[in-house]
């Protein structure tokens, strides 16, 4: 079979996987999220909590729940890694340093797993399990919560009540997560991956000689790695690693992982609103993305353009020979169209079109289908925008699912699309003048100079900002200035937008419903989802090409 052939089958494949799990999931989430009954093991945690899960919380609430636990986990998570060195099972490793470990707390949290470290040379068992295994459940259900805020806000009137912040985490950590999780760790180990908690030691090589290896936890990381959109590996190889992803099946298994929470949170949108066909044509915007970008970085990196490439047969060059280019080429899509960032090839190693393929799938936000809970939001607010323009063409006020699409609502989408942008290109600025900072990037060897030195800083902090968290690994970030700077773009790129969202959520709960008629813009339609296309990608386009330009395209084309 050819590698083109056998790449077509596998995503023909996970396409129909990803179908039949689409109305079960989308309808059990749906559920979920809104049951007036709680189970006695969120009782119990509510308790230890101090949490009143029945109460209704006004956005500015729900917002001050979000921020107050999130910054918990950055305080908890940074301290449990300053004290490594005296915990227990912490194979001997040494505690991490103060600008490191505020930069992989920040990190997954904000559920980004960007990783300046090697996890199997730095982190212990302790550190690995307690922290960022727990950050990699509860920072999913986070984005969750507040998706489902904004849905709320949809579905509601005349009401500022967005729901429980507290009573939404635990559901969706409890009931959601982690039986999926339990589940796919299940399949992993019997696949192949490792589950356990051994410490160093040396394996035998062919060639002669051993290497230090140790174990770990790793299939339940694994799996909620992928299915949180979370993306930190066990190991500095990440998903390419034997431990975690052992062999063909298991990595077309991970990449369902990544997309099919979602991908089904269309059909919960679409179950809350009262109307399916709305989840419909988000998902069918969402789909006829993917699917594009699939078949662009398949065609980009089975033509491996160049003469180096052209000789060699295959862009093979930093990727996993278990998996082949098909393989990583579905799976490098589906991690920059998400927020998840792991991955099973080196992207800095894809053509200079395919890397330019990776870095836009995440400047459009990675809502196609993004992040866990922030694709559903990131997309809804892009729709907030296309039945604005919509309405300036017509003539007429723009309307979304009965509600008015006003002042208000129009600069609070606005806010949101402006501020990945402005800590990408602001933070790539001054990374590209500052001495020290550009220091990192020519010192990186062959890969430092020239367009692919700027595309590699450029991934950085596009990554950082759009909480993906994957990275062109030739830059070196584990300095000072990038753990600081890209710590800092992963919480404001996170927790910024939240801000925007749930006060957009808020006011559209407020409003009255405006009854259709038959001016009103279907937004059900397949017309609807052309026009949500477009609007996406224009606004992409026109913020970020200059940099592209710069970068991947500039390589591409010398």
Not at 123 to 141: I, K, P, R
Not at 257 to 268: G, M, Q, S
Not at 503 to 528: D, H, N, V, Y
Request: charged letters at 10%.
């Amino acid at each position: 079979m050819s590698p083109v052939l056998a790449g077509v089958l596998q995503l023909i494949a996970l396409t129909a996987a990803l179908a039949l799990a689409y109305r079960p999931l989308g309808d059990y989430m749906a559920a979920v999220y809104s049951s007036p009954k709680h189970l006695r093991i969120e009782k119990v945690i509510y308790r230890c909590i101090g949490a009143n899960a029945d109460t209704q919380m006004r956005w500015p609430a729900y917002l001050r729940g979000v921020l107050a636990f999130s910054v918990v986990g950055v305080l908890f998570l940074y301290l449990l890694q300053r004290v490594q060195g005296g915990l227990p099972l912490s194979l001997g490793f040494a505690s991490i340093s103060p600008d490191q470990a505020f930069n992989t707390a920040a990190s997954f949290v904000a559920n980004t797993n960007w990783q300046s470290y090697s996890g199997e040379q730095a982190m212990g068992h302790v550190v690995q399990t307690a922290g960022l295994a727990v950050q990699n459940f509860v920072s999913a259900a986070t984005g969750m919560a507040v998706a489902i805020a904004l849905v709320r806000g949809f579905a509601r009137s005349r009401t500022g009540d967005l729901g429980n912040f507290w009573a939404d985490l635990v559901r969706g950590t409890v009931r959601v997560l982690v039986p999926i999780a339990v589940i796919g760790a299940i399949v992993l180990v019997a696949c192949g991956a490792i589950q356990n908690f051994s410490g160093i030691h040396g394996v035998g090589q062919f060639m002669g000689g051993s290497q230090q290896t140790n174990g770990g936890a790793v299939a339940s990381q694994e799996v909620i790695k992928e299915l949180g959109t979370n993306g930190g590996g066990y190991f500095n190889a990440n998903s390419a690693h034997p431990f975690e992803n052992p062999n063909a099946f298991t990595n077309l298994f991970e990449i369902f992982l990544i997309l099919v929470i979602p991908f089904a949170l269309t059909r919960t949108f679409g179950k809350l609103v009262g109307n399916v066909k709305q989840g419909y044509a988000i998902l069918a915007t969402m789909g006829i993305i993917w699917l594009g970008f699939t078949a662009l970085m398949m065609w980009t990196e089975f033509a491996h353009g160049g003469p180096a490439l052209q000789a060699a047969g295959a862009a093979m060059e930093g990727k996993e020979t278990r998996f082949g280019v098909g393989s990583s080429a579905i799976f490098s899509v589906a991690t920059t169209l998400t927020s998840t960032g792991a991955v099973d090839s080196f992207h800095s190693s894809f053509t200079a079109f395919g890397g330019g393929i990776q870095l836009l799938g995440m400047m459009l936000g990675e809502i196609a289908p993004g992040g866990v809970g922030s694709g559903l939001y990131g997309m809804l607010v892009m729709a907030i925008i296309a039945v604005f323009l919509a309405g300036l063409m017509v003539g007429r006020t723009p309307e979304y699912l009965g509600k008015k699409i006003g002042t208000r609502e129009i600069k609070l989408a606005a806010c949101y699309i402006l501020i990945t942008p402005t800590l990408v290109l602001g933070f790539t600025a001054a990374s590209m003048v500052l001495p020290d900072a550009l220091g990192s990037m020519l010192n990186t060897k062959a890969l430092g100079a020239g367009s692919h030195g700027f595309s590699e800083v450029l991934y950085a902090f596009t990554s950082g900002a759009n909480n993906n968290g994957s990275a062109f690994g030739g830059l070196n970030a584990n300095t000072p200035w990038y753990n600081t700077t890209i710590g800092l773009a992963m919480l404001l790129g996170r927790f910024l937008p939240m801000v925007f969202v749930l006060a957009l959520a808020g006011s559209l709960a407020e409003q009255k419903p405006i009854p259709e008629t038959a001016g009103t813009l279907r937004t059900e339609k397949p017309l609807f989802a052309g026009l949500l296309v477009g609007t996406i990608l224009i606004i992409t386009g026109l913020t970020y090409f200059p940099a592209l330009a710069l970068g991947p395209l500039a390589e591409g084309l010398s």
